[in-house]
């Protein structure tokens, strides 16, 4: 079986349109709702019915997404940016994500690869408080249930004959696609920076076949995680950019907590049952501030200021920790 993709292959020449600004809950209709391409429409109108949709934003990788409320929960409809994405996404539903407890992680519904569409059923849940000093996101339990999470969609592609070697090509080219970033980033924040940087993911790239690897969330972190209140549970979303990478990739954004709160590390290490091994530790800050610049990058090709201003703030806190030449 192969899992390989190549999707960072290219950045997008210009920014990714986001759609309009989500209508109040129930103001569309799916079958008439534009912009629903009607063939769209129609197949998911077969699939589960007539039901009220409503549009969102363009999400993380370009996907074109709706969703729905229906008895069972959230359905999701998306349209990925490319082929390679729908079949990455397809594949990561179909071989990883299935493998997490129901109600823990969404579940496809259906596809079709003529249209390049799928539907799934996105978990129950709240997204996890993340303000500052005093957010769910600081709990210890929540990072221990996220880690117990985390390591079972890892371990779910063990069969994989050349894991290793997928892992490598991937985490290969997201390293690529953010040293293109950081060209293309026009910002105080890199300035002074950007040599050190590109020094880093150099070096980088000479250790990323030792590096452990795993079927990655590729967005892992207090985004994703979702509350589930009467049971007091973590449940994960936003698989966008699932697939096999270095582990250390999923460790990098939860990492940006734990350097001020080593007891938050120690619950996840808990709950993954392993602690970071000795290169993990020693490129999490590389993989972090990757994180960081991954996450600015939207905000400065869609002319957000107000996120701009506090995702910058994170990739020079990133920079900051970063440790000696390597």
Do not use: K
Request: proline share 8%; aromatic share 6%.
């Amino acid at each position: 079986m192969s899992l390989a993709c190549e999707h960072l292959n290219d950045l997008p020449a210009d920014p990714v349109p986001a759609t309009t600004a989500a209508p109040p809950f129930g103001a569309r209709i799916l079958l008439e709702a534009a912009p629903i391409p009607p063939e769209l429409a129609a197949w998911a109108g077969n699939h589960l019915g007539r039901h009220q949709a409503w549009a969102l934003p363009n999400d993380v990788v370009g996907a074109r997404c709706w969703r729905m409320s229906l008895p069972e929960g959230i359905i999701e409809l998306r349209i990925p940016r490319t082929h390679g994405d729908f079949q990455r996404e397809v594949t990561a539903h179909r071989h990883a994500i299935s493998r997490l407890d129901a109600g823990l992680a969404p579940r496809l519904v259906g596809f079709e690869p003529r249209l390049r569409a799928l539907l799934t059923r996105e978990p129950r849940g709240e997204r996890v408080d993340d303000t500052p000093d005093r957010g769910l996101h600081l709990r210890e339990s929540v990072h221990e249930q996220a880690g117990q999470l985390l390591r079972r969609l890892h371990e779910s592609t063990l069969g994989v004959g050349d894991r290793q070697v997928q892992a490598t090509a991937n985490t290969l080219r997201y390293v690529d696609y953010l040293d293109r970033v950081v060209e293309r980033i026009d910002s105080p924040v890199l300035a002074g920076r950007r040599a050190l940087i590109r020094r880093r993911l150099a070096v980088l790239r000479e250790a990323l076949p030792q590096l452990p690897p795993a079927f990655c969330h590729g967005s892992f972190g207090s985004g994703a995680w979702r509350w589930q209140r009467p049971t007091r549970s973590v449940a994960l979303t936003g698989f966008a950019r699932a697939q096999l990478l270095a582990a250390v990739v999923d460790f990098a954004r939860p990492s940006l907590l734990w350097t001020d709160r080593p007891g938050l590390q120690d619950a996840f290490a808990g709950g993954y049952g392993r602690p970071l091994d000795e290169l993990e530790r020693r490129w999490l800050g590389d993989f972090a501030l990757l994180a960081a610049l991954e996450d600015l990058w939207p905000a400065v090709r869609l002319g957000d200021a107000d996120a701009r201003l506090h995702l910058a703030d994170a990739v020079c806190a990133a920079v900051d920790r970063l440790p000696g030449q390597p």
